[in-house]
């Protein structure tokens, strides 16, 4: 028959479960702060080609109706090529969304500007059953 094994002594479980002072609070915050701080070192954002701002992150590139990037004309033929991201914190959204000559059947649209220059960076995407997403023009961003 197997030995049975223990990861913690009785007496390391038995502290386990006792409340964590302040002191030992505060220690883990600060450890988890400082991986915070380096997560956020580590993974370069993509900014905004014109000023530097950081508009999102690679890892929220995300698809739409089976694609990242999509190329569309607007009503006055000027070709856009955009790329999908589940969120863009960067951006700061203007206005109430519409659905007047939306690219993506299903969802209105309100423009997106860099929150650090103001350029028009593309469009915040809003639907009624479906998680919103920005489509961005991706020559005016740079990682
Ligand atoms: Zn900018």
Redesign the pocket.
């Given at each position: 028959m197997p030995m049975m094994s223990y990861p913690f002594s009785p007496r390391s479980s038995w502290e386990a479960l006792q409340p964590l002072d302040d002191k030992q609070i505060r220690a883990i915050q600060k450890k988890l702060e400082r991986q915070r701080k380096t997560a956020a070192k580590e993974e370069r954002g993509i900014l905004?080609r014109?000023?530097g701002?950081i508009i999102t992150m690679p890892r929220l590139r995300t698809t739409v109706q089976g694609r990242h990037v999509h190329t569309f004309l607007n009503p006055s033929g000027i070709e856009f090529t955009i790329g999908c991201f589940s969120d863009a914190a960067g951006c700061r959204n203007i206005g109430i969304p519409t659905t007047q000559h939306t690219w993506f059947p299903g969802y209105g649209w309100r423009i997106a500007l860099?929150a650090?220059?103001q350029?028009h960076l593309g469009w915040q995407f809003m639907g009624e059953d479906q998680a919103p997403f920005h489509g961005l023009i991706l020559d005016l961003l740079v990682e």
């Open positions: 905004c014109s000023c701002h860099c650090g220059c350029i």
